[in-house]
Antibody
């Protein structure tokens, strides 16, 4: 079975950093792009960032709201994707989901990890 | 990139059909056949319902169907059931090679 498990969330002060991990199993990680999507409390889904597979040069794209602060990366040997989040603000408080990206749709989702930015 | 526009809520009685719209622009919904739909029950992760405007993944009920006309995509739920009560989101690839979600629609089964 395809599984994605996020970790690394928690309470962090504004201006600080946090790194989220997305551990995967059940598929050939290196063949797929990985996506991060977030959902603020009581709000809708917001696309955050994706990283393509090695075949596509591990190309990355990020939403304007996080560009320059968040960096997505991947370790194909471990089957793990990461989201490095710097200069966090209260606006970044959300549940962060990692997803497998098949072409242009997220076909499998993790259970999410909560990031709370507060002093 | 602004969120795609969806109605905040849609309701229907069991057995009825409802349609949720998702309106974007020629730079997203209208420009690509890469519209997908997701269902999210409270406290759960979203689940893929429809990809590439009309394709239903294995395991998804055939009561769910998708379509698109111009800059507006639609999700139709036929034979509405109590278990369909959830939030629904559309998503589209964009001309900036990014993605955008819709604002979300809460479906209530009366």
């Amino acid at each position: 079975d395809v599984q994605l498990v996020e970790s690394g969330g928690g309470l962090v002060q504004p201006g600080r950093s946090l790194r989220l991990s997305c551990a995967t199993s059940g598929f050939t990680f290196g063949d797929y792009a990985i996506n991060w999507v977030r959902q603020a409390p009581g709000k809708g889904l917001e696309w955050v960032s994706f990283i393509r597979s090695k075949v596509y040069g591990r190309r990355t794209e990020s939403a304007a709201s996080v560009k320059g602060r968040f960096t997505i990366s991947r370790d194909d040997s471990k089957g793990i994707a990461y989201l490095q989040m710097n200069s966090l603000t209260t606006e970044d408080t959300a549940v962060y989901y990692c997803t497998r990206l098949r072409s242009s749709w997220a076909d499998y989702w993790g259970q999410g990890t909560l990031v709370t930015v507060s002093s | 990139q602004s969120a795609l526009t969806q109605p905040a809520s849609v309701s229907g009685s069991p057995g009825q059909s409802i349609t949720i719209s998702c309106t974007g622009t020629s730079s997203d919904v209208g420009g690509y056949n890469y519209v997908s739909w997701y269902q999210q029950h409270p406290g759960k992760a979203p689940k893929l319902l429809i990809s590439e405007v009309t394709n239903r993944p294995s395991g998804v009920s055939n009561r769910f169907s998708g379509s698109k006309s111009g800059n507006t995509a639609s999700l139709t739920i036929s034979g509405l059931q109590a278990e369909d009560e959830a939030d629904y989101y559309c998503s589209s690839h964009t001309s900036s090679n990014t993605y955008v979600f819709g604002s979300g629609t809460k479906v209530t089964v009366l």
